[in-house]
């Protein structure tokens, strides 16, 4: 059992209701896992800030991105806030197959859809605020202002409505906890029976 032991790669969605403290947990994750990347999504939003193409999204025109649509280069694809995002099915399908993982933040559509075009090779965590009242104020003190702060939470509201759908649930009450978990379900994830590809080799019945 000192051979190396190839493992199929597994695809970890986070999801949250913005507020909730989604991306502080992903790049913990990130920068504790080498094994693990995180899948950049196209979409046909704006960058903001110093948003980078091909960093934090490869930002495209509506028509490039139908195209991606009409070429089936999207594993999944969904609106949020009006404008489309989508996931790039080469670079999920080249890390799955090298033995490595990829973390996704995406939106429960999103999930839905990977599950469903991945089977048994999604895993799903919801990241929720220990309470709800606590998302309003965490977007206030983001400095998003009250009209904005009012739309974002009918939005957060309506995506915790599919939380169940999820196969893990992480209260986000403490961040250090909260990073702690989501390692913890990765790891669990990762030595499944169905992802060690060397064990019938190994074990021999
Ligand atoms: P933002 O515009 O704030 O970066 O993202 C808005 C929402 O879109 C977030 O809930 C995020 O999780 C979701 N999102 C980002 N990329 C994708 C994607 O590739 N697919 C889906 N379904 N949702 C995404």
Redesign the pocket.
Known sequence: MTQPRPRRGLCLVL?AP?GAGKTSISRALLAAEPALHLSI?A?T?APRGAERDGVDYFFRAPEAFAAMIAEGSLL???E??GQR???PRAPVMAALARGEDVLF???W??FRQLRAALPGDVVGAFVLPPRLDELAARLAARGDAPAEIARRMAAARSEISHCREFDHIVVNAALPEAIAEVRAILHAARSAVSRQLWLDAAIGC
Do not use: L, N
């Open positions: 999801a913005s999504s979409t939003r999944e694809w969904a949020v806030f995002y989508g996931t933040d995406i939106d559509q999103g």
